[in-house]
C-alpha cells in the first residue's frame, strides 16, 4: 500500500522568504505525483503535476521536483507572500491506469507579514 | 467551464435521517471520485467510477454508506441512516483519461454535520 508522508505538518514564516515543502511516498513505481493547495472551509486547487517521466515543474513562483528513485517530491515556493497561506497537500498516483491518489495529511503554511 | 458541482454546500441532518450529497463532474470527464475528510483521518477516498461504472469502493466505510453514477454528469453518495461519526467534509472531483494526465478537479465540498 502507498504511504505518502508530509514534514512538516506546519510551518509559520515571515513574508518574502523562500521555503520548501517536503512529500515522500513508499512505493517509487508512481504515475504521476499532483500538489494541491487547500484554502480554509474551500475545496482542493490543483498547483502543479508532475509525470512519473519529469524532474521538476514550474508555475510562477512555484516549483515541484520529483525524485521517484528516493520517493520524495519538494514543493519550492520562492519569495512567500501572505496570500500563500494555505494547506498544501501531495499526492501520488499509482502506476497504472486505475485512478486513485494517495494523499498525504498536508504542511499548514502560514505567512505573516 | 464551471468546475466540479456539489450540492448542498451545507447539511445539518439528525441522527438516523437520511442524506444525499451530489455531484455534477466536469464534462468531458470519465472519472468521478467521492472523499471524505476529517480533522482526525485526513483525506478518504471513499469510492470511484470510470465510465459511470464503480471500479473500487473499499473505502465505503459501511453499508449505510451507497454511492450512484446514473449518467456521465451526475452521482450521488447516500448515507442512510446517518450517525454523528459520519460529520465531515464530503469532496467530489473528476478527472480525464486523455492526455494521460489524469490531473484530478475538486468540487468545493459539502461540509455534513449530524446531530
Known amino acids: 500500500k502507498q504511504e505518502v508522508t508530509q514534514i512538516p505538518a506546519a510551518l509559520s514564516v515571515p513574508e518574502g522568504e523562500n521555503l520548501v515543502l517536503n512529500c515522500s511516498f513508499t512505493d517509487s513505481a508512481i504515475y504521476n505525483l499532483q500538489w494541491f493547495r487547500q484554502d480554509p472551509g474551500k475545496g482542493l486547487t490543483s498547483l502543479l503535476l508532475i509525470q512519473s517521466s519529469q524532474r521538476e515543474q514550474t508555475s510562477g513562483r512555484l516549483n515541484a521536483s520529483l525524485d521517484k528513485s528516493s520517493g520524495r517530491s519538494t514543493l519550492y515556493i520562492a519569495a512567500s507572500q501572505p496570500g500563500d497561506s494555505a494547506t498544501y497537500l501531495c499526492a501520488v498516483k499509482r502506476g497504472s491506469t486505475l485512478g486513485r491518489l494517495y494523499f498525504g495529511r498536508g504542511t499548514q503554511l502560514t505567512v505573516w507579514p | 467551464d464551471a468546475g466540479v458541482i456539489q450540492s448542498p454546500r451545507h447539511e445539518v441532518t439528525e441522527m438516523g435521517q437520511e442524506v444525499t450529497l451530489r455531484c455534477k463532474p466536469i464534462s468531458g470527464h470519465d472519472y468521478l471520485f467521492w472523499y471524505r475528510q476529517t480533522m482526525m483521518r485526513g483525506l478518504e477516498l471513499l469510492i470511484y467510477f470510470n465510465n459511470n461504472v464503480p471500479i473500487d469502493d473499499s473505502g465505503m466505510p459501511e453499508d449505510r454508506f451507497s454511492a450512484k453514477m446514473p449518467n456521465a454528469s451526475f452521482s450521488t453518495l447516500k448515507i442512510q441512516p446517518s450517525e454523528p461519526r459520519d460529520s465531515a467534509v464530503y469532496f467530489c472531483?473528476?478527472?480525464?483519461?486523455?492526455?494521460?494526465?489524469?490531473?484530478?478537479?475538486f468540487g468545493p465540498g459539502t461540509r455534513l454535520t449530524v446531530t
Open positions: 472531483a473528476s478527472s480525464r483519461t486523455s492526455g494521460g494526465a489524469y490531473e484530478q478537479y
